[in-house]
């Protein structure tokens, strides 16, 4: 889980500053403008989002109590699978950053 979710605010974080930068420069107006966005900016911008991700992982982990499982197999009693699960990892918090996230993407991109 937080390999994707991190994975998903660079990677994704990095593009739709893309499309912000060129939506800044091409999009608000008929001709193009002179707009000066510094490279400070768009890291702040991408480390907002970056620290949105890593906040709400670090919370949903620090709730989530992992507890041990032991299954067995239905059709060999003999065997049996020991792991660990956590529950519930507050996904209604990472549904709603990567839902955001997307939503920007698609209107940025849109105009």
Not at 21 to 33: A, L, M, P, T, Y
């Amino acid at each position: 889980l937080w390999l994707a979710i991190l994975s998903f605010a660079m990677v994704f974080g990095a593009l739709y500053l893309k499309e912000w930068r060129i939506w800044k420069i091409f999009g608000r107006h008929s001709k193009i403008q002179l707009v000066n966005i510094t490279n400070a900016r768009l890291w702040r911008i991408w480390s907002t989002f970056f620290l949105a991700g890593l906040i709400l992982l670090i919370v949903g982990t620090l709730q989530t109590h992992p507890y041990r499982v032991v299954r067995s197999n239905p059709l060999d009693r003999t065997e049996r699978w020991v792991y660990c699960e956590a529950g519930s990892v507050h996904r209604f918090g990472l549904s709603a950053y990567v839902l955001a996230a997307v939503a920007f993407g698609v209107v940025v991109a849109w105009r």
